[in-house]
């Protein structure tokens, strides 16, 4: 069992800059791959990025790709994105997970724990 807790969300404008992060508690968080997935208001959820357990491989979304960039620290339990040059169509919560499956996936059906989320919301 794995419990996630994201942070880091605000109001930012075009342009800047903010760091997720996601905290896990439970056992064995190392073993998991790490996802961040984001929902706007009437829009299904969507993949953002993805690391692997060890941190060695990283898979991301091509509107994320170049711009955000998902690392973890797993001393720590923490998984972070930092998002870069923000876009009003970044506007979304956004989600961590945790996959006990794949080496990293894309897809949300590898994803066996969620957190609650975080408001992103980006002024033009």
């Known amino acids: 069992q794995v419990q996630l807790v994201e942070s880091g969300g605000g109001l930012v404008q075009a342009g800047g800059s903010l760091r997720l992060s996601c905290a896990a508690s439970?056992?064995?968080?190392?073993?998991?791959?790490m996802g961040w997935f984001r929902q706007a208001p009437g829009k299904e959820r969507q993949f953002v990025a993805a690391i692997s357990w060890n941190g060695d491989n990283t898979h991301y979304s091509t509107s994320a790709r170049g711009r955000f960039i998902v690392s973890r620290d797993n001393a720590k339990n923490l998984v972070y994105l930092r998002m870069n040059s923000l876009k009003p169509d970044d506007t979304a919560v956004y989600y961590c997970?945790?996959?006990?499956?794949?080496?990293?996936?894309?897809?949300?059906?590898?994803?066996?724990?969620w957190g609650q989320g975080t408001q992103v919301t980006v002024s033009s």
């Open positions: 439970g056992r064995s968080f190392s073993v998991y791959a």
């Open positions: 997970a945790a996959s006990p499956y794949a080496l990293y996936s894309e897809r949300d059906d590898q994803y066996d724990y």
